[in-house]
């Protein structure tokens, strides 16, 4: 069974900095490509980051410069640091397994409340 | 980069058939896949439709999918609507490095 648990969210002041976990089990997230997906509250889901196996990462504008994602092959674990955090950040942060087409495993998301 | 549009909003009562559609604002909906996503209220999203029309194992068959080149759209198709079908519904789709959502479509079985 594959399991996704997102860990790290909490109450962040405006240009403040916090790093998001997921550890996986049931699949080894350095063979796959992984995804940060965010939902603000009330609102829809919007793509924040991914990673490939090979390493390459890619980000949508809006976060590009401050976040950057990572993983721990060790720890089977992928992170999001996110930087320089502004109120339009706050959401849930889900992760998820890219099939390259498909986001087929998501975690329950973790909430980021970015506000002073 | 291109975006997808979604109704805001569908109706249908239960027993019914309800489509949603998504439109490509730019570049061809036959140039990547499409994909369907549930999400009920507090809980995460769920595959309902992969690659424009596929349904993963467990996704009953009244779920379908399919895209429309002349409209540069995808739609989603619930037949024999339940209760439990209501959710927000978010299509997605990719291009270039780019993973995009719709903005998502709440469905209301009344």
């Known amino acids: 069974e594959v399991q996704l648990v997102e860990s790290g969210g909490g109450l962040v002041q405006p240009g403040g900095s916090l790093r998001l976990s997921c550890a996986a089990s049931?699949?080894?997230?350095?063979?796959?490509?992984m995804t940060w997906v965010r939902q603000a509250p009330g609102k829809g889901l919007e793509w924040v980051s991914t990673?490939?196996?090979?390493?390459?990462?890619y980000y949508p504008d809006s976060v590009k410069d401050r976040f950057t994602i990572s993983r721990d092959d060790s720890k089977n674990s992928l992170f999001l640091q996110m930087n320089s955090l502004r109120g339009e950040d706050t959401a849930v942060y889900y992760c998820?397994?890219?099939?390259?087409?498909?986001?087929?495993?998501w975690g329950q998301g973790t909430l980021v409340t970015v506000s002073s | 980069n291109f975006m997808l549009t979604q109704p805001h909003s569908v109706s249908e009562s239960p027993g019914k058939t309800v489509t949603i559609s998504c439109t490509r604002t730019s570049g061809s909906i036959a140039s990547n896949y499409v994909q369907w996503y549930q999400q009920r209220p507090g809980a995460s999203p769920t595959t309902v439709i992969y690659?424009?029309?596929?349904?993963p194992s467990g996704v009953p068959d009244r779920f379908s999918g399919s895209i429309d080149s002349s409209s540069n759209s995808a739609s989603l198709t619930i037949s024999g609507l339940k209760t439990e079908d209501e959710a927000d519904y978010y299509c997605?789709?990719?291009?270039?490095?780019?993973?995009?959502f719709g903005g998502g479509s709440k469905l209301t079985v009344l």
């Open positions: 690659e424009d029309n596929r349904r």
């Open positions: 990673i490939y196996s090979d390493s390459s990462t």
């Open positions: 997605q789709s990719y291009d270039s490095n780019t993973w995009v």
């Open positions: 049931g699949i080894t997230v350095g063979s796959n490509y």
């Open positions: 998820a397994r890219d099939t390259g087409v498909e986001f087929d495993y």
